[in-house]
């Protein structure tokens, strides 16, 4: 659909304002013939000459195609987005914001931090536009997740979803295996390929500052199978406590997996590796026939090895994380991030309100290895068959989706007691322990 949606107005200022597009775009930084079609930024233009900072913890590949994503877009207004991606972002990005160093602009993955800048005054409200774009483009639920008191903040901008279980297609048609449809066959199977002499799982959930995360997503996915998405939503707005004996029984009953050292931790060692075990790693012994099922959101086709092919006939592939109940209906975790201003320059809105649009989903799509709930994103435009699926998942309004609950609940609880307390739960802490230790930990 590229960015179908402009307003009539825009169209006919490109057609009219060709020659001046042709002006500002004719030459690239070398002084060689630009192949840019500027009509589409004719919005933007303006700020010539300018410069806007983005912090994020997008990293090595993903850092390149984003950069990529928008080439055209510096090219036609000359605005230079300068993009900074760090593995100590979640923590970092406080730190520089209250030691008011912030970034001109932050891809924040946690709603709940928005509250935290929001609340202090040192968020920016977006513009007028880019509140006009992203209601356009994303459904009252994606804004909700990047708004305070009904004051919209952060723009979403990419998007994941997390139900997924990656496996081997090659592997399971050479030992017949099943991909299973509910959480009874998924368990089923596990006791199969152990009994085949291979560790079933392999998980890892060390990410430098923010170790433990991964965890907290394999504990949503079962809260929204084991109780229900209105539970769900009566933890993550702490209308129950973080203990309630629901969140407890969901949290054992991951443990059938996690702390079962039948099933883990194929190619690293037992279950205490898990909390040592890189999350960027740990998928990659189904590469190596070293274990056969790895829990992990759509963004990690960005970490299997050079050269390996994701496809329902590939290396790799990925099923629906079954349901407990497939009758009651099928839950989906997911997340994403938002464009949050920490300065209002015109420049700065401008590279915001961009973001937001269709024109940079189907930008960035077309590079690779993307996904996003922006309604303008053409699923002819998303090559990776693992990610052309989400996009059908998180477009399709009968979805029952819920947002990762550790990056909306408050920063110190999501990102701080919840990734610290998964930590000692898998590395033999009981339940009741660990889960009365973060209820505690709430914000009164």
């Known amino acids: 659909m590229g960015f179908s949606s402009r307003r009539p107005a825009l169209a006919i ?62 090219e ?39 509250q935290r800048f929001a609340a202090s005054g040192k968020a920016k409200p977006v513009s007028a536009d880019t ?46 295996w099943q991909v299973p449809k509910s959480w009874d066959e998924l368990l089923k ?39 229900s998405p209105e539970v769900y939503d009566q933890w993550v707005n702490h209308e129950i406590a973080f203990n309630d004996p629901r969140i407890a029984e969901s949290l054992d009953q991951a443990g059938r997996i996690l702390k079962n050292e039948k099933y883990v931790n194929g190619g690293f060692g037992g279950v205490k590796s ?50 407990v109940d497939p009758s009651k209906g099928e839950p989906v975790l997911g997340g994403g991030e938002f464009v949050v201003a920490f300065a209002d320059r015109p420049e700065v809105q401008a590279v ?13 799509a077309k590079i690779g290895d993307w996904v996003s709930a922006n309604k303008e994103l053409e699923t002819a435009n998303v090559a990776n068959p693992i990610d052309r699926l989400s996009v059908e998942i998180l477009q399709n309004p009968q979805t029952v989706f819920r947002f990762d609950a550790s990056d909306v609940m408050p920063a110190s609880v999501g990102a701080g007691t919840f990734w610290r307390g998964m930590v000692d739960w898998v590395n033999g802490n009981d339940t009741k322990g660990v889960l009365d230790g973060i209820e505690s930990s709430w914000p009164k």
């Open 352 to 364: 915001q309100t961009y973001l937001a649009s269709g024109l940079h989903a189907n930008s960035r």
């Open 76 to 114: 036609c207004t000359g605005i230079d987005i300068e993009h900074e991606g760090s593995g100590e972002f979640e923590a970092q990005l406080p730190v520089r914001v209250d030691g008011g160093n912030a970034p001109d602009i932050a891809f924040i993955p946690q709603p709940g931090l928005i």
């Open 189 to 227: 199977l596990s006791d199969t390929i152990a009994a085949d002499g291979t560790k079933p799982w392999c998980v890892g959930i060390e990410s430098g500052d923010a170790t433990g995360w991964p965890m907290t997503d394999w504990v949503e996915d079962m809260v929204l199978r084991v109780a």
């Open 274 to 323: 898990i909390s040592t075990t890189s999350f960027q790693e740990a998928g990659v012994p189904i590469t190596q026939g070293k274990c056969a099922l790895h829990r992990q959101a759509s963004f990690y086709a960005n970490q299997w090895p050079e050269n390996t092919k994701v496809a329902e006939d590939g290396d790799v592939f990925a099923f629906y994380f079954p349901a």
């Open 13 to 74: 200022a490109a057609a009219v304002g060709l020659v001046l597009s042709a002006a500002a775009c004719g030459t690239d930084d070398s002084g060689g013939k630009s192949t840019a079609d500027c009509g589409a930024y004719e919005q933007y233009e303006g700020h010539d000459g300018t410069s806007v900072e983005i912090y994020s913890s997008i990293r090595e590949i993903e850092d390149e195609r984003l950069q990529q994503s928008w080439e055209e877009f510096e």
């Open 131 to 176: 509140k006009t774009m992203a209601e356009a483009n994303y459904t009252a639920d994606w804004l909700r997740y990047g708004s305070v008191d009904g004051t919209l903040y952060g723009a979403p901008l990419g998007s994941n979803v997390k139900s997924f279980v990656w496996y081997s297609p090659t592997m399971f048609a050479e030992k017949g």
